[in-house]
């Protein structure tokens, strides 16, 4: 795996693990914040051809 690839991945993780502690913790603001850094996440590891599956497993 090279550097992007694994840098996307771990990106994705952590802000998937930062939306599940807002949603716990009723933080609607930061739960928006984070929903938005994630779905753009995802939008430049699809434009880059990274598999996310792999960071969700």
């Known amino acids: 795996m090279d550097a992007f690839t ?4 771990q990106r994705i993780r952590a802000a998937e693990d930062d939306l599940t502690y807002a949603r716990e913790t009723g ?3 930061l739960a ?8 753009d996440l995802r939008r430049l590891a699809a434009e880059h051809g990274v598999e996310i599956g792999a960071a969700t497993a």
């Open 27 to 29: 933080d609607e603001f």
């Open 32 to 39: 928006d914040v984070e929903q938005e850094e994630l779905d």
């Open 6 to 9: 694994d840098g996307i991945l």
